[in-house]
């Protein structure tokens, strides 16, 4: 079974150790790696704000990836990342739609999804485009990809 389920206390080094993969800080903004305590401290201030969804992609109960959306003027601004064990199979689509499945329940069309992806990540631009994402800045670093849910 495939479901997204909430980000708890628990989870804290899986995401750490998501959050330190190599490719996944390539494709960061911020490319160094994180420090335990830096990341412990992040950790338990995300998971006290109510304007951030942060939720772990579940799939026959393994842990596959995370998303997190931070609801903020109107937008809710992804960040996504797939466990290297699980990538090229699919679950970037299936995060990303249950993300805006589950906003969408949570507060309807009152926010627009927003994602700034590196010009160098190639997957992630394909997979917004196949989304039915728009793209609607981009400069020599990123672009900016947005979508109204109906």
């Known amino acids: 079974m495939n479901c997204l389920r ?5 989870d804290v080094e899986l995401v750490y150790k998501w959050s330190n993969d190599p490719l996944v800080r390539c494709q960061s903004f911020s490319t160094q790696n994180i420090g335990w305590h830096e990341h412990i401290k992040w950790f338990e ?13 579940s799939v026959n109960n393994q842990d596959v990836g995370q998303i997190r959306l931070n609801l903020k003027d109107g ?13 090229n199979k ?18 309807g069309n009152k926010y ?3 994602a700034e992806v590196k010009i160098s990540n190639t997957v992630s631009h394909k997979l917004f485009k196949k ?11 990123y672009v900016v990809y947005r979508k109204k849910l109906d």
């Open 6 to 10: 909430h980000v708890v206390t628990s």
């Open 90 to 107: 699919g679950y970037g689509e299936l995060i990303l739609r249950l993300g805006e499945k589950q906003l969408f329940n949570l507060h």
């Open 75 to 87: 937008k809710a601004i992804i960040s996504y990342s797939i466990s290297s064990m699980y990538r």
């Open 45 to 57: 201030e995300i998971l006290k704000k109510e304007n951030v969804l942060f939720y772990i992609l």
């Open 112 to 114: 627009v999804l927003e």
């Open 131 to 141: 989304l039915k994402y728009k793209l609607c800045e981009s400069n020599e670093r």
